[in-house]
């Protein structure tokens, strides 16, 4: 009578993206990297692991991300682990173990703009190889909103025009779940593309941030994962 059937949706997942790659050093020995995306068929349920292994497990770079984004508003939560080694003003050995976890929510107002908010515990532990052996262990809970808002065109390297801003809040409670540490933050970054007869761009950027508190934030410009960036700040590290 061409009635359909209906039948309850029941998630079931699939691999949406796997890499990685394996490496060989005669003296750091193996070590590899790793990421694999998955998700139901509606986009419901999202995860994402991303590993990057070294001889040990403590040695390694690990992140999982779980997603759920049915309704209105997004949920995430995730867990990591990173290890990092530096070289101080004194030319000592050291590394900063950071592990921790966030959960964070996501509500947009339209299609151009949202609000995030956030809770993480984050972990540093340091440790040196070379005396004085000074080691030290941090840890912040952090409190996070942010205003995002994206009316960009896209093109096929990148926005082609429009602007698009966000305007980032941290606060670092002390004594809060053995946290030592204490800051708050506040940070913009403003982007604008001018498309010019279809054939050029030309794109202006401002960012700026300040940090107060007892553990003030510093801030630097370049590296690889950020135009800005901020550490917590250790005035005997990073030389």
């Keep these: 009578n061409g009635d359909l059937k209906k039948k309850k949706y029941s998630p079931k997942f699939t691999a949406d993206l796997v890499g990685g790659d394996l490496g060989y050093d005669t003296f750091y020995g193996f070590s590899g990297q790793s990421f694999i995306a998955f998700s139901d068929i509606f986009g419901d349920h999202n995860f994402y692991l991303s590993t990057n292994l070294g001889n040990f497990f403590d040695q390694s770079n690990i992140q999982f991300l779980y997603t759920y984004t049915k309704h209105r508003i997004d949920y995430g939560l995730s867990v990591f682990h990173n290890q990092n080694y530096y070289i101080d003003s004194i030319d000592r050995l050291f590394n900063d173990k950071v592990y921790g976890g966030t959960a964070a929510v996501s509500r947009p107002f339209s299609k151009f703009m949202r609000l995030e908010l956030g809770i993480s515990h984050v972990t540093i532990k340091r440790k040196y190889y070379d005396p004085p052996f000074d080691n030290a262990r941090d840890r912040s809970f952090l409190l996070s909103s942010s ?93």
């Design 147 to 239: 205003l995002v808002a994206d009316y960009v065109r896209w093109g096929f390297t990148g926005p082609v025009d429009g602007s698009r801003y966000a305007f980032h809040y941290t606060h670092s409670i002390e004594d809060a779940l053995g946290a030592n540490l204490g800051f708050r933050t506040v940070e913009v970054d403003y982007r604008r593309y001018f498309n010019i007869n279809n054939r050029y761009l030309f794109a202006l950027r401002f960012a700026g941030a300040a940090s107060y508190g007892r553990n003030p934030q510093e801030f630097y410009l370049g590296g690889t994962a950020n135009w800005i960036g901020s550490n917590f700040k250790r005035e005997d590290i990073y030389g």
